[in-house]
């Protein structure tokens, strides 16, 4: 399968489970859109070479970051699913059913870094762009922190109107995506 096949076949799966965000501009997952995009188009571009040198830095650290990926998607979906409550009642339609918690989870990796799924998806992004860095790559992949910091900034405002000054208090003792860090 070429690399157009593989982006209009990711692209049109990325429509399908953003159709919804997607009507709503300024939502977070509007913005997560165009992360999810531009991920994707880094997958695409750089999947041909994966693994050719995996112990040069660059394929290593690529590695560690994907590993990275994986373990804070599945820390951040079970924290929210075994703590957030999720209630269907909540959510502007643009909301995933797990997303739609009615509990601040603050436990686990969320008493570090309030969104270890965007943060898997910047560790994902940057592990796919050093598989093979490139200047096509460097714009791809700030585009896709760009739009991640956005659906993040989009997240805790939604948060904040749904939780208040609970929530603003979570958000003074945590980091965004790094723990201690950022």
């Known amino acids: 399968m070429n690399d157009l096949t593989l982006l209009l076949i990711g692209t049109i799966l990325v429509v399908w489970l953003s159709r919804k965000p997607l009507r709503m501009p300024g939502s977070h997952g509007f913005y997560r859109f165009f992360a999810w995009e531009a991920i994707l188009g880094l997958l695409v571009m750089n999947h041909g070479v994966w693994g050719d040198d995996p112990y040069s830095p660059h394929q290593f ?5 994907m590993l990275l990926s994986l373990f804070l998607v599945v820390e951040g979906t079970r924290n929210l699913l075994c703590h957030g409550a999720a209630d269907t009642r909540r959510g502007n339609g643009s909301f995933y059913e797990f997303e739609k918690t009615t509990r601040i989870v603050s436990r686990g990796i969320f008493g570090y870094i309030r969104h270890p799924m965007y943060s898997s998806l910047l560790a994902l992004a940057w592990g796919a762009f050093l ?15 760009l739009f991640l910091w956005l659906t993040a900034t989009a997240d805790e405002r939604e948060c904040l109107a749904y939780f208040g000054d609970p929530y603003a208090r979570y958000m003074q003792r945590t980091k965004r995506f ?4 950022l």
């Open 178 to 181: 790094i723990p201690f860090l």
């Open 131 to 145: 598989q093979d860095p490139s200047l096509p790559g460097s714009l791809v992949v700030g585009l896709a922190t």
């Open 61 to 65: 650290t690529s590695w560690m970051l």
